[in-house]
């Protein structure tokens, strides 16, 4: 174990020791304390990382077990240890696991390339129009690859990466001729398309699972999606334009006939596991648009897909298997949902709700105070090199101090499940795929978190404006509302 | 798909579907009766096999989520689609998956292999003596080596497996100069520790966790040792004498000193993993002995020492990843642990014991019926080609009729309980390890089958007559008792 990983250790250690020897703050039960020192040991792990995530959370886990077996509870409080497990049997983690086998399977089959190409072929002419075309694909796609890492650095980014290539652009003597321009754009329309779709990047449903609590609202999968629609269209639209105004590539014109020839010649013929996935990927869509109608959640609906690709072989059970990124999440997610949930039925962020509305006085400016939030969620990402650490250190606080303030819980929401998607577009780690098409050497720091600011204060700029009012009529029409009850 | 695969996938679809369309009989509900369906649809699927163990518990979990969102419910029931989900959240699950860990790392750093080595030096002058070290190795590390695979095929099978050839025994010329005997002791061996500790063999777990609604029982790990005890070492210490007695190896004596030098030289100075793996090995016994003094149960217990595992990194992260074993029983003993629960609180369990109760008519006869139920048990086992699929088949079944003929819960459970290890060593697929030893080429099915059955039967017989009367006893004194609140 080298010195850095010792320091860090050491730092997760002294934590609890800490928090554990400081009695609790008043109207908070021991156990609410202890587990919420716990809680952000976890955090403070995510984020300073000696250990990859899933290591992090089986040892907060592990400790939380060990801390509600040794803890006295107050006299009307039921908590037994196999409670920080609850987050292996939520839906939040089985939709992303599962998701993850079909996000798979568009890389393995070729089926994601293969639409990537045939786009070209009619669309792309011009480098601005790849632009678009990178657009297209993703959102394409992405209502069933919430791997961030499969969609745009599994499937897009490869395509793009060659195309660079084949258009003369290279990293180290000519990045600015296109590669520069396309590497840029691929990363900045997934943040776009990330949060248009509950199952387009795995953090949302994280995020939504510890908001609903809090706010006591709840969202379907039709109901996120229509929400998004006109803030993500309208954000989509312009992100391959305002990169092309900032950084154009040198190049305007391209040969996309050829481009698109080869990439197929390449592919050959569409293979069987190609046509089945297109219609897993179809029927995994009525699923989750028409879930209500079928009576089942979202997912149920990705149980039942990946259970189809599975039978069916698109993707075999030693595919899942291999597919590290799948066995993490499933880890690591249903730790911090075990952790979290834990802390609610221990009280912990009614007495910061309680603590907070004494405090903090917002009067009358509860519009100020969401905006404000808004814009903290965004500036702070600069801080987070991972959406989902973001997610578990900051939504539930956002959400607490929201609620506090008086803002209404819906706008709140989606404002936050959003930029949470749209706020890792602003540095090179704000996300997964980044560092992967960062490291394809054609990018800058400088010109991609330039890019990047615009990019996501102008999306914040929009969600703020636009966003709202839109939000705003849905709540109205009565097409989002309140949920009564809660859909764990 | 080839015509076999697809065959046995029409059997797994006709099987719900003609239940579905079957109206259930008298006093079930609807919900029960078509979950049963789907159950006994995943009990076939484990037994003909069509795809792995998680393919088909994921597809019958999936439509069991499918059919409770579309089945009315009675009036006074409460079951959402999520209860199939609920064997994740479950400890057995977790205990499993983390001692799977602790059993890798006995192979992966080599400590398995050392004590081997440091036995033989002492011990293993005569090919008899060989075999009462594979005995007492075996039941050494037994405590946390719940894989079966890991402890037999990983460390005593390999080791042995060269001992043999050192000896000059071969597989095709002289099998029954010392590999014979010593191969048919390795598994017969562990077929006799896997029940003398709740983590000795996977499906322990599995087995109580299914029968601890039915017969409203629960045991502690000290408990289950405690009462395994005497039958497990009496019949431990006669596995390698009789299996001697059937098949008499050539050869007698055995140079053990320059075995056990060459091996060690091959292993060099013991490494910090292997020392630090000790030391960790030493906590899991101690915590799960005094679990019930530092008030942690045994999952939490293998959780804390899974997270040390990797946090002192005698594990990593990525050694897990590659655990395929360790994934397999995540995925497939949640869900089998999920339905079997679901079933329960959807009534069908209780429904099947008042009707077994009308039906069989046992009359005071009760502990005939426990000896019945206890040799069906073990005679079964020729049709089972899993520990798993039995446990999932059979056990419920074996528990509710005992139950209605009104055996001692504590007594059936604890003859279930153990016979379920002992069962599998009839057959040469018996139990996970069976076909990596049979694989080596050193035995014949007739000779395995003839030990099989001596050893089995044998090994029933000493747990009918001193097992029930030692399990009388300690519950008599109450150091086992029927447990009051059920842990889940």
Chains 1, 2 share one sequence.
Request: hydrophobic share 55%.
């Amino acid at each position: 174990m080298n010195k850095t990983k010792m320091w860090k250790l050491g730092i997760l250690v002294l934590i609890p020791l800490i928090i554990f020897l400081i009695p609790p703050p008043e109207g908070l039960p021991l156990i609410g304390w202890r587990l919420f020192g716990l809680y952000l040991t976890a955090i403070v792990g995510l984020v300073i990382k000696p250990y990859s995530e899933p290591v992090i959370l089986l040892g907060t886990v592990a400790a939380s077990a060990v801390t509600i077996g040794n803890t006295p509870l107050p006299e009307n409080m039921v908590l037994k240890p196999d409670a920080v497990l609850s987050g292996y049997q939520s839906g939040t983690t089985w939709l992303v696991f599962a998701a993850f086998t079909l996000s798979a399977a568009f890389v393995t089959t070729g089926l994601g390339k293969r639409i990537a190409y045939h786009l070209i072929d009619r669309m792309a002419n011009t480098t601005l129009k790849l632009g678009y075309v990178t657009a297209f694909l993703d959102l394409l796609i992405a209502p069933a690859t919430p791997s961030n890492t499969a969609r745009a650095g599994g499937i897009v980014f490869p395509i793009m990466n060659s195309v660079a290539n084949a258009l003369g652009s290279d990293p180290v003597t000519n990045p600015r001729r296109a590669g520069h321009y396309l590497m840029l754009n691929v990363y900045m329309v997934t943040k776009s398309t990330s949060y248009m779709f509950l199952t387009a990047m795995a953090p949302n449903a994280l995020a939504l699972s510890m908001m609903a609590p809090i706010l006591k609202i709840n969202l379907s999968w039709g109901q996120w999606a229509l929400a998004a629609a006109v803030p993500g269209l309208i954000c989509l639209l312009l992100t391959p334009l305002v990169i092309y105004f900032c950084y154009p590539p040198e190049l305007k014109k391209v040969n996309n006939k050829e481009i698109a020839a080869k990439g197929l010649k390449e592919l050959g013929p569409m293979k069987v596991s190609e046509k089945l996935l297109l219609v897993i990927f179809l029927m995994a869509l009525g699923g989750w648009i028409f879930s209500k109608y079928l009576r089942i959640d979202a997912a149920t609906v990705a149980l039942c897909v990946m259970a189809c690709t599975l039978i069916i072989n698109v993707v075999s059970w030693d595919d899942v298997l291999k597919n590290k990124g799948g066995w993490n999440t499933l880890i690591w997610y249903g730790g911090i949902i075990g952790l979290s949930a834990t802390l609610t039925k221990a009280g912990f962020f009614k007495w910061l709700a309680d603590v907070l509305q004494t405090t903090l006085q917002f009067g009358d400016h509860s519009t100020i105070a969401l905006l404000v939030i808004l814009f903290i969620s965004v500036a702070i990402r600069y801080l987070f090199a991972s959406g989902g650490a973001y997610v578990a250190a900051m939504v539930p606080v956002f959400a607490t101090v929201g609620h506090v303030a008086g803002a209404n819980p819906m706008l709140l929401a989606l404002g936050l499940l959003f930029s949470n998607a749209y706020g890792g577009c602003m540095t090179h780690y704000g996300g997964a795929a980044a560092p992967i098409i960062f490291g394809a050497g054609y990018n800058d720091t400088k010109s991609w978190w330039i890019v990047g600011a615009i990019i996501g204060f102008g999306s914040l700029l929009v969600h703020c404006t636009i966003g709202l009012a839109w939000w705003e009529f849905l709540i109205s029409k009565g097409y989002i509302s309140l949920a009564t009850t809660l859909v764990r």
